[in-house]
């Protein structure tokens, strides 16, 4: 299950009166996909719909919609815990390569995985700025990144990409 997945249900047991547009709002899901989850939820049986009147439903998560997300919900986590983990022992590997006495780079604009990194900085008791502006960045610093995207940008600089192995990970477990 999907992180949006978890989202649309999650919104659900909070308020069974939401109506598909307000999902999409909280949830950041477009109207299409939203759609497209109630629809998978209801087959599942893990979503029932009432309808309220000629234009209004209500979508009420089932025992079994409960039991899912919790399901989901501690799969994520799990998923999440390792990908910590291996970013962590990616940190640690480029620490022993460059050294503990400097001053990372962090550059990418995803704040979830910035502020996990800087969690396992802060823990490790590595320096670290975070920079955004290429133009910004002495070449003699080493740039941790985390989106692949973004490796164009960083020619010419000492760069490590953080989620290589995670991304080696997934791939051989999936």
């Given at each position: ?15 069974s ?13 477009s ?7 109630l ?27 409960f ?25 640690e ?15 990418g ?15 490790l ?26 490796k164009?940008k ?16 997934f791939?051989?477990?999936?």
């Open positions: 299950m999907q992180d949006n997945e978890i989202l649309i249900l999650e919104e659900l047991e909070k308020n009166n939401i109506t598909q547009r307000g999902l999409s709002e909280k949830t950041g899901l109207l299409g996909m939203v759609n497209i989850l629809k998978k939820f209801i087959k599942k049986g893990f979503v029932k719909i009432e309808r309220l009147n000629s234009k209004s439903f209500r979508y009420i998560l089932t025992p079994e919609g039991k899912e997300k919790s399901k989901k919900t501690i799969e994520y986590m799990k998923i999440y815990y390792r990908r910590t983990l291996l970013i962590k022992q990616n940190i590997r480029i620490i022993q390569t460059y050294g503990r006495n400097r001053t990372y780079v962090l550059f604009k995803d704040k979830e995985m910035k502020e996990i990194i800087e969690g396992i900085l802060k823990e008791r590595v320096n670290y700025i975070t920079e955004n502006d290429v133009e910004k960045i002495e070449s003699t610093n080493v740039v941790l990144y985390w989106n692949v995207e973004d164009a960083l020619e010419g600089l000492k760069c490590e990409f953080l989620m290589e192995y995670y991304s080696n990970y791939q051989e477990k999936h």
